[in-house]
């Protein structure tokens, strides 16, 4: 009992010293020293959305319009030395098909420890895949826009396995490897065969960054089950990065190829954004191989809190069935643009137009489908 109510009071006079910063989270200190990184981080974004689907001539339109908590995430990481610690991010999700709509998810929950240094870091748990995060920090507007292999759902963010990353060549070069599961965060099944993903980067002179990305694997479809198993979907993704910038503005452009084809009939899978389930792989040998390239930027005007942005993607989808491969390409383009202001270092708002175009849906040439959204988009960071 006399341990127990030590342990409360210690507790609680780590939380009366927590020492809040200007950005970066706030540190809890213990004799002196800090332990526990506490953080948040919100989008909150208010805008009217207006989709238009043409079939044959005819036009259904839909349109919704008020704020959406597009995510709040909420991380806690301990830091045991300067070589190890640990992280627990939750995530907030929306399923439409729940009677409570709005549930949280688990985003990260690993452990870390330097290996070599900086040179090879271990990543153990449910962790950051090599490529999205570290776009997403140099596109820095998630809050508005996911980047390309995010949107598309071609990688996941996060997912459960092994990781090692470090940087080389006073760090020139770095690296991420991993091996999961394939099965995503919110899921984080495990299954029968893993992924595997690499990312390389080089940065020859200050502010170049150039990155290319492969990775391997099922996604977590293949199944093991006797007379009933499924050898899934294997899956490839090749990617390459460039981009330049400084704290005052960065520039980049990408370009993806994407193949995705059926080991077996009991196959599915769908890509392609807000493509239809027309284009998937239902069949052994069904194959459906996607290019795409993105061209981004943002700046921010010097000795002011106000900046703009703005984001190009052209994405197409083409189909083989039986070794007949369709000649009609589904094709979205996506433009999203923005005025930014920021108050105070913590919080932004931009006042957003975010149009994706697809032409062809599903294979179809008579169907197509524009999204429009406009409104007033904020980041919130603890």
Known sequence: MKAT????????????????????????????????????????????????????????????????????????????????????TTDIGHESTLSKKQNVYLKYAYLE??????????????SHTPWID??????????????????????????LGLGLKGKVADGMVDYFVTATNGSGYGNGARTAGADYSARLGFHPIDGLDIDFQYLNGLHGTKTSVTGAGSAGIKSSLAQAMISYGTKEFRVGGNYLINKDKAQSAAASSTHGGNASAAFKTAAIGDEVKSTG???WGWAKLSDTPFGAFGRFESLKNQMSTAGVTNPTKEKVTRYVAGLEYSPIKNITFAAVVDVTKLTNRGGVTTTTDKDTRFGLYSEVKL
């Open 113 to 126: 420890g330097k290996l070599a240094g900086k040179a090879a870091v271990l990543r153990v748990g449910q």
């Open 134 to 159: 570290y776009e997403q920090g140099l596109w820095k507007h998630r809050y508005v826009a996911k980047v390309m292999s995010d949107t598309y759902k071609f990688d996941t963010s996060a997912d």
């Open 293 to 295: 390239m993105a061209l």
């Open 5 to 88: 109510i030590k342990t409360f009071a210690a507790a609680a006079a780590m939380t009366a010293f927590a020492a809040p910063a200007i950005s970066g989270g706030v540190n809890v200190y213990d004799d002196g020293e800090s332990k526990l990184k506490l953080e948040a981080l919100f989008y909150l974004n208010s805008y009217a959305q207006t989709d238009d689907r043409i079939t044959a001539g005819n036009s259904v339109k839909t349109k919704t319009a008020g704020l959406a908590v597009d995510r709040a995430y909420f991380t806690a990481k301990y830091y045991f030395n300067s070589d190890w610690m640990m992280r627990l």
